[in-house]
Every structure is written in structure tokens, then in C-alpha cells.
């Protein structure tokens, strides 16, 4: 029996990978080129669209026990992510195109996978089948989607941070550092006094945007990733205590504290494109282009590409799907990736790597797996299908989502020591099991 998985996105692809391991025959249907998304500028597989950061790397961050996680697994994307990392302070942050490139090489020299470039309009009737269109599902297959389940899709908006090229940022002004001076100094920063911070801040809250089109008018935004002009409006110092925030970032030639700073990561492994940390916007181009040409460093900053926002699309999990990522009424039919819920890049790949697996014993008649509670991806998934949500949202990986663990008296607030015991019990758990 072969299993069709629908979307070479992030989830799409992992599933596909871990399927043809398990010697199963994979359909992957990926409708780029012949249809765009409007967020993909290429038409290779697990592409990032947004931002190219992971997510921290050490495994006292949530997020960091989730890539754990995914390589004691067996996971296939996140050992490539790592194979082309370029430096972050603490974060694993990727070249997008060489990452891409090394899955797409991978996926089409798979002897067990079939690639089919055609859009799939309707999931299919029969088979097992593997739903990882991403949460810019094209609008024929989401509309099939609202049929099976019978319910509206919930939708939220996502949006995308500007690039610039590094040769044209003024390092008389800029400076290189890592907040604290943790890892490798990697990030580029552009301090601002008050009077250069009120003047991008009234630029910002006075750009004009690009207007929403009627049926985008009543979707939500994911709080972790709002657009800046967004998370302005709440207040004139927000940026400040948020992306913006100056603490534990000092340029040593001066020695002096800032008023705040724009942080810019490594984009690509050549160093030449780097993306504004947390400047996802809607901003028109033009106001972006004045918006940026403000900030101190940035004076003549070329923009390699703009800052974009659409809509994504996700459907009610806690209603629809179970721990192990199929169906409630269709046992064959699985979802994974951001369509999902579970929002961010590492989770999206996790999410593949689970559907994946459970595909596969589907296929061959065993138990599927349940992952327990007290893994990240555990508690990650059985959150995203709890049916006691009524008003369920996207969520990243967080230590919120797994049982607590019993802190001596006098460490009860040491949040450090309580990540290390939930990710070494989670580490623990994973190596004890031997279904994967």
C-alpha cells in the first residue's frame, strides 16, 4: 500500500521521509510552481517563508527539548536544518536556500517517493492519506476541507519580516553582538538614542498599510508573530520591552547603554542577507523603505525583499483530530504542520515526523504512537486535540503544555532547574521507548 502525502512543505516533507524509510511507497503532490501561494518565491520543498530561525537549540528552552526530541525520533529535516545551520547566538538558524535545496535533492532521489507537481483539490476518498498543506492552503482544497469537517476554518494572519543586504549597512553605527554575549556574536545591531527612536516610532505609527481584502477582515493575528505596526498601536514603548528591547546588548567601542535596538540575524551561509528580528509588517513598500532607511545603520540599506502578510488557515484540531494526528471519523486520513495548529517551523516538522510515523503503522497494522504527556511533542499534540477547547488558537512549543515536575522547596521559582528536570525526564522517556 502506498500513502499520499499532500504538500512538500515543512511537514509534508518529513512525513514523506520518514514513510519511504519505513519502505513505504509515498505520493507527494506539491502544486508549486503551476500554482503560487503567494508567500513561496521558490518551487523547492520545505521552504521558510517568514523568518529563518528555528527557535533556540538548547534543550532548557522548549523548543530546544523539541528539536531534542525530533532526532531521538529519527527525524530527517531537523539533522539537515542542523547540517546547514549559519551562527544565531543560542538560536538554530538556517541558510533558507541551502536548506530547501538539501531536501528537495533528497526527496527527488528517494527511490520509495513519487513527486507529483499538480494541486490537489480534494482529498482523496480512499488510501491513507497524509494532509500537510500548510496554512496556505490553496483555496479549492480548503474548501473540500471545510466539507469534511463540517465546521468554518479558524483563520490567522502571519507575516513576514524584511531582508537587507549586509554591504550596504553602516557598521560606523551598527555593531556585532549576541544579547549577553551568548554563543557566537552573530547578530548585527542598530542602537538608537530616545530622539532616533521617537522619530522611526512616528514614522511607523503613520505608514500606511496594505489594506485587507473583505474576507481577511475577520481573521486574527498569532500573538508570537505580529506584524510591528501592530504591536505599536498598543504603545509607544512596546517595542522597547519587545523585539526592540536594548538589555544585554552593548557596543563595546562606546561602552554605552541604548534607548533600543534593532536586531538583524544571518539570513544565508555567504553572510550576505540578514533579516530584521521581529519587523514582520504589512507596512506598503514604500513606507517599509522609509521605515528602515531611519534606523540608525540603515541609512542606505538595500532591501533584498519587503516584508509580506497573508492569511493562514488552520482547522479546529480539538474537534477534528487525535493525539496520533488522524482523524476521528476517518482513521486513514491524517493532518500535520501548521493546518494543524501548531505554529512555527519546528513544530510544523514535528508534526510531520508524527504523522509520518503513524502513517506508516497504519499501513502495517501496528499500535500507533501515543506520545506521552511529558514530551514536548506529547503534550504539543495532545493540547492541539484536546476537544475540551472551545475557542482553540495556534501555539508554539511551551513549558505551559507539559505536567509539572516536584522543584525542592527553596527552587521553586529556579526556572532554569525546572526545564532541565522536564527536558532530562522528557530525554529520558524517549530513550526508553522502542516503537518509533
Known amino acids: 500500500m502506498e500513502v499520499t502525502v499532500i504538500g512538500a512543505g515543512l511537514a509534508g516533507s518529513e512525513a514523506a521521509l520518514q514513510l519511504s524509510k519505513r519502505g513505504i511507497k509515498v505520493k507527494l503532490y506539491e502544486m508549486r510552481p503551476k500554482k503560487t501561494t503567494g508567500a513561496h518565491v521558490t518551487e523547492k520543498f520545505a521552504e521558510f517563508?517568514?523568518?529563518?530561525?528555528?527557535?533556540?537549540?538548547?534543550?532548557?528552552?522548549?523548543?530546544?527539548?523539541?528539536?531534542?526530541?525530533?532526532?531521538?525520533?529519527?527525524?530527517?529535516?531537523?539533522?539537515?536544518?542542523?547540517?546547514?545551520?549559519?551562527?544565531?547566538?543560542?538560536?538554530?538558524?538556517?541558510?533558507?536556500?541551502?536548506?530547501?535545496?538539501?531536501?528537495?535533492?533528497?526527496?527527488?532521489?528517494d527511490e520509495n517517493i513519487t513527486v507529483i507537481r499538480e494541486e490537489i483539490t480534494e482529498i482523496p476518498k480512499e488510501g491513507v492519506i497524509i494532509v500537510a498543506s500548510g496554512p496556505l492552503t490553496s483555496e479549492k482544497l480548503a474548501d473540500d476541507i471545510k466539507i469534511f469537517t463540517k465546521k468554518e476554518h479558524l483563520h490567522f494572519f502571519d507575516a513576514i519580516a524584511p531582508i537587507v543586504e549586509v554591504e550596504s549597512i553602516n557598521f560606523d553605527k551598527a555593531f556585532i553582538a549576541s544579547r549577553y554575549d551568548k554563543g557566537e556574536a552573530s547578530y548585527i545591531n542598530c542602537p538608537m538614542n530616545k530622539e532616533?527612536?521617537?522619530?522611526?516610532?512616528?514614522?511607523?505609527?503613520?505608514?500606511?498599510?496594505?489594506?485587507?481584502?473583505?474576507?481577511?477582515?475577520?481573521?486574527?493575528?498569532?500573538?508570537?508573530?505580529?506584524?510591528?505596526?501592530?504591536?505599536?498601536?498598543?504603545?509607544?514603548?512596546?517595542?522597547?520591552?519587545?523585539?526592540?528591547?536594548?538589555?544585554?546588548?552593548?557596543?563595546?567601542?562606546?561602552?554605552?547603554?541604548?534607548?533600543?535596538?534593532?536586531q538583524l540575524r544571518q539570513d544565508n551561509s555567504a553572510k550576505t542577507l540578514y533579516n530584521l528580528v521581529g519587523f514582520q509588517t504589512n507596512l506598503k513598500w514604500g513606507a517599509q523603505k522609509e521605515l528602515l532607511h531611519s534606523i540608525p545603520g540603515?541609512?542606505?540599506?538595500?532591501?533584498?525583499?519587503?516584508?509580506?502578510?497573508?492569511?493562514?488557515?488552520?482547522?479546529?484540531?480539538?474537534?477534528?483530530?487525535?493525539?496520533?494526528?488522524?482523524?476521528?471519523?476517518?482513521?486513514?486520513?491524517?493532518?500535520?504542520?501548521?493546518?494543524?495548529?501548531?505554529?512555527?517551523?519546528?513544530?510544523?516538522?514535528?508534526?510531520?515526523?508524527?504523522?509520518?510515523?503513524?502513517?506508516?503503522?497504519?499501513?502495517?497494522?501496528?499500535?500507533?504512537?501515543?506520545?506521552?504527556?511529558?514530551?514536548?511533542?506529547?503534550?504539543?499534540?495532545?493540547?492541539?486535540?484536546?476537544?475540551?477547547?472551545?475557542?482553540?488558537?495556534?501555539?508554539?512549543?511551551?513549558?505551559?503544555?507539559?505536567?509539572?515536575?516536584?522543584?525542592?522547596?527553596?527552587?521553586?521559582?529556579?526556572?532554569?532547574?525546572?526545564a532541565e528536570l522536564i527536558s532530562k525526564r522528557s530525554i529520558e522517556i524517549l530513550n526508553k521507548m522502542t516503537v518509533f
Open 49 to 109: 517563508v517568514c523568518s529563518n530561525s528555528l527557535g533556540a537549540a538548547d534543550c532548557t528552552n522548549a523548543s530546544g527539548l523539541l528539536k531534542k526530541e525530533m532526532q531521538i525520533l529519527g527525524g530527517e529535516l531537523i539533522n539537515i536544518a542542523f547540517e546547514t545551520s549559519v551562527p544565531a547566538g543560542g538560536a538554530l538558524a538556517i541558510d533558507r536556500e541551502l536548506f530547501s535545496q538539501r531536501v528537495t535533492d533528497r526527496i527527488n532521489s
Open 196 to 262: 532616533e527612536y521617537e522619530k522611526f516610532y512616528n514614522i511607523l505609527i503613520n505608514a500606511p498599510k496594505i489594506e485587507l481584502k473583505e474576507f481577511e477582515k475577520d481573521a486574527k493575528f498569532f500573538e508570537s508573530c505580529l506584524p510591528i505596526e501592530v504591536l505599536a498601536s498598543r504603545g509607544v514603548d512596546t517595542l522597547r520591552f519587545g523585539p526592540m528591547k536594548p538589555v544585554g546588548l552593548i557596543d563595546k567601542r562606546t561602552g554605552e547603554k541604548n534607548y533600543a535596538v534593532v
Open 298 to 418: 540603515l541609512e542606505n540599506a538595500t532591501i533584498a525583499r519587503y516584508g509580506v502578510m497573508h492569511r493562514n488557515t488552520f482547522i479546529n484540531s480539538p474537534q477534528l483530530l487525535e493525539p496520533t494526528l488522524q482523524t476521528r471519523t476517518r482513521k486513514g486520513l491524517f493532518f500535520a504542520g501548521q493546518i494543524t495548529g501548531t505554529e512555527g517551523y519546528t513544530e510544523s516538522i514535528a508534526s510531520g515526523l508524527l504523522a509520518g510515523i503513524n502513517a506508516a503503522k497504519y499501513v502495517n497494522n501496528e499500535e500507533l504512537l501515543d506520545l506521552p504527556k511529558e514530551t514536548m511533542l506529547g503534550a504539543l499534540t495532545h493540547y492541539i486535540t484536546d476537544s475540551v477547547q472551545e475557542k482553540f488558537q495556534p501555539i508554539n512549543s511551551n513549558w505551559g503544555l507539559v505536567p509539572p515536575v516536584e522543584l525542592p522547596k527553596k527552587e521553586k521559582k529556579n526556572k532554569k532547574l525546572k
